[in-house]
Nanobody, 116 residues
Framework: QVQLVESGGGLVQPGGSLRLSCAASGLSFSTYIMGWYRQAPGKQRELVANIKYDGTTTSADSVKGRFTVSRDNAKATATLQMNSLKPEDTAVYYC??????????WGQGTQVTVSS
């Protein structure tokens, strides 16, 4: 049974930082692309950043230079370091695991609120 468990969300002031973690189990972690998505109220879910098996990363323009995605294949974890947070970063953040010809697995989500 595949499980993705996010942690690290919370309330932070504008300009602050948060570190989200995703612990994966039940899958061959190193063969999956790990992604972070977010969904704000009334908006569609959007890709924030992802990281491939070889460490290649992709980030949304809105977070470039502020967010960094990483992975540890030995520990089956993916991390999203978020710096210089803005109110518009407020959303539920989801971890996802995907690979070609396979379904995408999702975590339950973690709330990130940026507010003074």
């Amino acid at each position: 049974q595949v499980q993705l468990v996010e942690s690290g969300g919370g309330l932070v002031q504008p300009g602050g930082s948060l570190r989200l973690s995703c612990a994966a189990s039940g899958l061959s972690f190193s063969t999956y692309i790990m992604g972070w998505y977010r969904q704000a109220p009334g908006k569609q879910r959007e890709l924030v950043a992802n990281i491939k098996y070889d460490g290649t990363t992709t980030s949304a323009d809105s977070v470039k230079g502020r967010f960094t995605v990483s992975r540890d294949n030995a520990k089956a974890t993916a991390t999203l370091q978020m710096n210089s947070l803005k109110p518009e970063d407020t959303a539920v953040y989801y971890c996802a695991a995907t690979r070609p010809l396979s379904r995408t697995y999702w975590g339950q989500g973690t709330q990130v609120t940026v507010s003074s």
